[in-house]
């Protein structure tokens, strides 16, 4: 498996210079290319080649900017027409030729990313124009959120997310996210589950720092649909890890009788790259059946010696009365590239419907 940056080699260059040349009959496609890999190319990881790809295009395209994106979509019809398909990423610098060059034209860029993102997304491009232009943007994706293509309205949804993994934040939607909940509306029984699935990350990220918004929203849709049901479930998966006790009751998950025994870490000194292997018995003591959420946390030393708690799903099922169940769990101390680890004493503890058991300690060692 190559890397991810060489998406952007020698004959993707190759072919869309060819598909460019053949809808912009002045351009000059090894002039192109020698211009793309002039320099430190090699040395440029994927972010910085996606960048400079838009650069050095925009040297190449007509310099008004209207006429640069009516070329655009000509580039992109083209390319349906080739061997390229769309939801390539390498294309992604189409969405940030309208963020570099088309945030003083606000009408152009909106129909420039309806367009664009029914080839290639633009959730990332969108961020700047919301930071500048406002409820005016925001109106914009409301519009969006009614159109026909899914692409168009699953933009409308992801795009204006307050916390959009590796995009910039937008802190005024963190505040008060109340100018985005009419996009939410109107994508809540969305045909799409790529739409719904955008739907629930956004209210996850509403969740982190306006959770009365999210639980009033999942009190006013339960029941409206099993779709709109399975929005909710995973846009308050953040609040259900938190143990907040109102959606804990939402969903009916009580602790009240739901005996934990025989908990044990069976690898009390784990090393760094092995598995934490642990086990316990759970029994449901009620007299009917009984929805358990059952999760794991690791408290993890951190490099000032505090303890920063990570909570693990195990499963979310009916348990009958009186059934016994024996649950055994790895927990992973593979280096990865997201976590640093610590040695020292790191803590373990099962959570039972959102209430956390007591607390076991194991050692990490290198």
Not at 84 to 97: K, Q, R, S, V
Not at 130 to 146: H, P
Not at 289 to 300: F, G, Q, S
Request: charged residues 25%.
């Amino acid at each position: 498996m190559g890397l991810i940056k060489d998406i952007y080699s020698v004959s993707f260059y190759e072919k869309f210079g060819q598909a460019v040349a053949e809808v912009h009959p002045s351009f000059d496609k090894k002039k192109f290319i020698d211009t793309i890999y002039k320099g430190d190319f090699a040395q440029k990881e994927w972010k910085e080649r996606m960048k400079h790809t838009t650069v050095v295009l925009h040297q190449f395209m007509p310099q008004n900017f209207v006429e640069a994106t009516t070329l655009i979509d000509k580039i992109i019809e083209n390319l349906k027409k080739n061997s390229f398909t769309d939801g390539n990423l390498a294309f992604i610098f189409f969405a940030d030729y309208i963020e570099m060059y088309g945030l003083d034209d606000f009408e152009t860029s909106a129909k420039a990313f309806v367009s664009i993102t029914q080839f290639i997304s633009c959730e990332f491009a969108v961020r700047p124009f919301i930071l500048k232009y406002k409820e005016q943007m925001i109106n914009e994706m409301v519009k969006w959120s009614l159109h026909e293509n899914h692409h168009v309205r699953r933009l409308a949804s992801e795009g204006s997310r307050p916390r959009l993994p590796w995009a910039m934040a937008i802190p005024f939607l963190k505040k008060d996210p109340s100018s985005i909940l009419p996009i939410l509306e109107n994508l809540k029984n969305d045909t799409s589950e790529y739409v719904r699935r955008s739907v629930a990350n956004n209210l996850n990220d509403i969740a982190k720092d306006n959770p009365q918004i999210v639980l009033e929203i999942a009190s006013r849709w339960k029941g409206n649909s099993k779709e709109t049901d399975g929005i909710i479930k995973h846009g308050c998966r953040t609040l259900l890890k938190q143990g907040h006790p109102e959606i804990l009751s939402h969903y009916g998950l009580e602790s009240t009788n739901i005996e934990l025994s025989a908990f044990e870490i069976k690898t009390p000194t784990v090393k760094i790259g092995d598995y934490l292997q642990f086990q316990f018995h759970l029994n449901n003591k009620n007299e009917e059946p009984k929805t358990i959420r059952l999760e794991y946390a690791v408290h993890y030393k951190k490099a000032k010696g505090h303890l920063a708690k990570k909570v693990f799903k195990i499963s979310e099922k009916i348990y009958q009365p009186n059934q016994l169940t024996k649950i055994e769990r790895n927990q992973s101390f593979k280096l990865i590239t997201t976590r640093v680890f610590h040695t020292g004493i790191h803590q373990l503890s099962i959570i039972i419907n959102g209430t956390e058991s007591e607390v076991l300690e194991f050692e990490l060692i290198d």
